[in-house]
């Protein structure tokens, strides 16, 4: 039974802003939202991670809405090294990864 | 600044051979957990450590398999009378006392290959 909902793929150019959403109903309340890339034969790489509202670092932004059922990752001026799977973590119940997003960037 | 390491990052062994893989956290990280993963999917979780102390282990985790981590450093994974369903790559994550577990650092993984 999947504990986050993401789509499998997705298709971006160069320079774009991407945008990645995980939908994540059962969320509890002491939950944090964490997002992980991967690239193939590596472990994933955190990313970023936030509670509630809006979470920035120098590589993403994390939106998360008030009734925290899903949250939206998002990379802004994306590049081809960017071309990765993309996880939504949702930390309850044993730290559930959920089946990633593919993300091709194209140039 | 090392990261964490896993050893051996490559194993081959027959059906019904037993393997340990070793995990060596980033120091002073006092959690660790253990995944599994297979292509195409997601990593797994297997179980965690909080020092020593073994914390939450996956009911996909039969009894085959074992996870140790004395005193608190490094872990060792262990499968007994190993599958061909246990053909995986097996990763193995540390976080530091103050992140809660969301933010973990990964180890370059152990490729198990069950012939």
């Known amino acids: 039974l999947a504990k986050t909902t993401q789509p499998i793929s997705m298709d971006s150019y160069e320079g774009q802003e991407v945008n990645i959403t995980c939908s994540h109903n059962?969320?509890?309340?002491?939950?944090?939202i964490t997002w992980y890339q991967q690239f193939p034969s590596q472990g994933p790489r955190f990313i970023i991670q936030?509670?509630?509202t809006k979470v920035t670092n120098e590589v993403a932004s994390l939106f998360i809405p008030a009734d925290r059922k899903s949250s939206t990752l998002s990379l802004p001026r994306v590049s081809l090294s960017d071309t990765a799977v993309y996880y939504c973590?949702?930390?309850?119940?044993?730290?559930?990864f959920g089946s990633g997003t593919k993300l091709n960037v194209k140039p | 600044d090392t990261g964490v390491s896993q050893n051996p990052r490559h194993k081959i062994t027959k059906r019904g051979q037993n393997v340990t893989f070793r995990c060596d956290p980033i120091?002073?990280?006092?959690?660790l957990y253990w995944y599994r993963q297979t292509l195409g999917q997601g990593p797994e979780f297997l179980t965690y450590?909080?020092?020593?102390?073994?914390?939450?282990k996956s009911r996909l985790l039969s009894d085959r398999f074992s996870a140790e981590r004395p005193k608190g450093s490094f872990s060792t994974l262990e499968i007994q009378r190993t599958e061909q369903g246990d053909s995986a790559m097996y990763l193995c994550?540390?976080?530091?006392?103050?992140?809660?577990?969301?933010?973990?650092?990964f180890g370059p993984g152990t490729r198990l290959t069950v012939t």
């Open positions: 936030g509670y509630k």
């Open positions: 994550a540390s976080s530091p006392r103050d992140r809660g577990g969301y933010e973990q650092y």
């Open positions: 450590f909080q020092n020593e102390a073994q914390l939450e």
């Open positions: 059962n969320i509890a309340t002491n939950d944090y």
């Open positions: 120091s002073e990280h006092n959690r």
């Open positions: 973590l949702a930390i309850f119940n044993k730290f559930y």
